[in-house]
Nanobody, 125 residues
């Protein structure tokens, strides 16, 4: 059974940090790129960050550049998203997703085959 399980969400004050984890099972993790997406209430799902299979390509949405860092540990079948200097506008449900190939548009959610259930991140004072 294919599974992607996110963890690490929670509530944090503005300026704080969280580290999200995405642990995969049921497929060849090394063969898949991983994307992080988020969806805030009333808004469309948006791409946050992307990491390719061998870390040769890493991308970020403009809104999180310089604050978020993505990494992966293929031995542990896990991708991490370190989120620093969090802002209230970062509040959303965060999802990880796996794609065998994304072409030139990593933020297109339709290119991802497998999705996790999401983890809530709330940034509020």
């Amino acid at each position: 059974e294919v599974q992607l399980v996110e963890s690490g969400g929670g509530m944090v004050q503005p300026g704080g940090s969280l580290r999200l984890s995405c642990t995969a099972s049921g497929f060849r993790f090394d063969d898949y790129a991983i994307g992080w997406f988020r969806q805030a209430p009333g808004k469309e799902r948006e791409g946050v960050s992307f990491i390719s299979t061998s870390v040769e390509a890493i991308y970020y949405a403009e809104s999180v550049k310089g604050r978020f860092a993505i990494s992966r540990d293929n031995a542990e079948n896990t991708v991490y998203l370190q989120m620093n200097s969090l802002k209230p506008e970062d509040t959303a449900v965060y999802f990880c997703a796996a794609a065998f190939a994304v072409g030139n548009n990593w933020a297109d959610s339709s290119r991802y085959a497998y999705w996790g259930q999401g983890t809530q991140v709330t940034v509020s004072s």
